[in-house]
C-alpha cells in the first residue's frame, strides 16, 4: 500500500519542497512505497519554482527540486494524504485550522523524527538564509521518518 505524504511550509518554496525532494531520493533509497508532494500554508508563490537559493543548496547535495511548483495547502490535502508534516509549530497550527470536522489525517513537526531533541523547527532559510543548516535538518528528519515507516507501516 502507497503511503502519501505531504510536506507543509509557509510558502512551498524552501522547507517543503526541498523535503519533498528529499524524501523522495531517500525512500526510494530505502524501497519504500510513497507517494509524496509539497505545499505552503499561505498562497504568496502558488505556481513559482522553489527559491533559487535552496534548490543550489539542494542540488549541490545531489536533489533536483526544479520541476516542483509551489501551490497552497488546502482542506482536501486531508483526504489525499496519509501523513501531513509542518516544518515548523505555526505550520501545524495553520493546519489544523483547516481541518474538516471529524478528519483523522495526523499532522506531525517534521522534528518529531530527528533525534536532535533541541530542534522542535526547521527554521525558515528564506529568512534566516541558513541553506545548509535547513538541509542537515531536512535528511536527518527525513531519515528518522523512513525508520518510523519501517516499523510502524507496512510499506
Not at 49 to 55: G, L, S, V, W
Request: net charge negative; aromatic share 10%; hydrophobic share 40%.
Amino acid at each position: 500500500m502507497t503511503t502519501r505524504i505531504l510536506f507543509v511550509c509557509l510558502g512551498n518554496i524552501c522547507r517543503s519542497p526541498a523535503a519533498e525532494a528529499v524524501f523522495s531520493s531517500l525512500s526510494k533509497q530505502a524501497g519504500l512505497d510513497v507517494s509524496l508532494d509539497s505545499a505552503g500554508t499561505a498562497g504568496y508563490h502558488i505556481g513559482k519554482a522553489p527559491y533559487a537559493p535552496m534548490q543550489d543548496a539542494a542540488s549541490a547535495r545531489g536533489y533536483d527540486l526544479s520541476e516542483l511548483r509551489a501551490r497552497q495547502f488546502s482542506a482536501a490535502d486531508f483526504d489525499d494524504f496519509d501523513l501531513l508534516i509542518g516544518m515548523d509549530m505555526d505550520n501545524v497550527a495553520d493546519m489544523k485550522t483547516k481541518r474538516p470536522n471529524g478528519n483523522t489525517t495526523p499532522i506531525r513537526l517534521f522534528t518529531d523524527y530527528t533525534s536532535d531533541s533541541k530542534a522542535s523547527d526547521i527554521p525558515d532559510p528564506y529568512f534566516t538564509r541558513d541553506y545548509e543548516g535547513a538541509l542537515t535538518l531536512i535528511e536527518e528528519a527525513s531519515a528518522g521518518l523512513i525508520s518510523w515507516l519501517e516499523k510502524e507501516v507496512a510499506v
